[in-house]
């Protein structure tokens, strides 16, 4: 990570993991991809039932994709500090 990556982590990470969660994966990686997929791609499919489950579906996509990228900055984070920075 390069020192800018790594002040702007410690930043996100003092905030917590679930609110980095909760932002970043349920609020802006789930909600863009259930409104995309569901109102755009799968229109012609719309009903109460199918709006229900795929809210379900991208919630919880959105959650695992926050939960994963969390982990994954985190590695990074870990690994500069063990190393200093390196760029990749």
Same mark, same amino acid.
């Given at each position: 990570?390069?020192? @800018?990556? %790594?002040? !702007?982590? +410690?930043?996100? !990470?003092? +905030? =917590? /993991? #679930?609110r980095y969660v909760l932002v970043n994966g349920i609020a802006s990686y789930g909600l863009a991809m259930f409104v995309v997929m569901t109102f755009f791609v799968n229109r012609? +499919? &719309?009903?109460?039932?199918? %709006?229900?489950?795929?809210? &379900? &579906? $991208?919630? &919880? =996509?959105?959650?695992?994709?926050? *939960? %994963?990228?969390? #982990? $994954?900055? @985190?590695?990074?984070? /870990?690994? *500069?500090?063990?190393? =200093?920075?390196?760029?990749?």
């Amino acid at each position: 990570m390069k020192p @800018e990556q %790594i002040e !702007r982590w +410690k930043v996100v !990470r003092a +905030k =917590g /993991r #679930w609110r980095y969660v909760l932002v970043n994966g349920i609020a802006s990686y789930g909600l863009a991809m259930f409104v995309v997929m569901t109102f755009f791609v799968n229109r012609d +499919k &719309l009903s109460p039932g199918f %709006i229900a489950v795929s809210a &379900l &579906l $991208w919630t &919880l =996509g959105g959650a695992a994709f926050g *939960a %994963i990228t969390w #982990w $994954w900055f @985190e590695r990074r984070y /870990r690994a *500069a500090g063990r190393r =200093g920075t390196s760029d990749f």
